[in-house]
C-alpha cells in the first residue's frame, strides 16, 4: 500500500504546486496567501509518504484529497483533477491493501513450507 499511495502523493505534490500558479494569475488572491495554502498542502503531501502506514494516515490523504476538490472553487480545473486524484487515491488503498494481504499470505506459506520449500 505505501508504494501506491506515495506514487499518488507525490503526483498530487506537483499538481498543487502547478495549480498554485495558475491561481496566482487570479486578481482576487493574494499571491502568499496562494503560496501558503499551497506550500502546506504540497508539504502535506510529501510527509504523508512517510506517514501513511500509521495510525490517522489514510484519513489524512482523505482530508488532502477532499482539499484538493475544494480547491475547484478557486482554480475550476481542479474540481476535475481532485476528482481524478480521489480515484487514484481510493485505488491505491483498496488495491493497496489488497496487494499487502496477498504477500502476507505467500511469505506465511513460505515460513510454514519450511527452509528446503524455496
Request: hydrophobic fraction near 55%; charged fraction near 10%.
Amino acid at each position: 500500500m505505501r508504494v501506491l499511495c506515495s506514487s499518488t502523493l507525490i503526483g498530487e505534490f506537483f499538481v498543487i504546486g502547478f495549480a498554485g500558479l495558475v491561481a496566482m494569475k487570479d486578481d482576487g488572491l493574494a499571491t502568499s496567501t496562494v503560496w501558503w495554502v499551497c506550500g502546506v498542502a504540497m508539504v502535506l503531501s510529501v510527509l504523508l509518504c512517510g506517514m501513511i502506514t500509521r495510525p490517522g494516515g489514510v484519513q489524512l490523504g482523505w482530508a488532502l484529497q477532499i482539499g484538493l476538490i475544494l480547491s475547484g472553487f478557486f482554480v475550476p480545473t481542479m474540481f476535475f483533477l481532485g476528482a481524478v486524484f480521489a480515484g487514484l487515491w481510493w485505488a491505491s488503498v483498496h488495491y493497496g491493501r489488497r496487494i499487502d494481504e496477498v504477500k502476507a499470505s505467500w511469505a506465511a506459506a513460505q515460513a510454514s513450507a519450511g527452509p528446503d520449500a524455496a
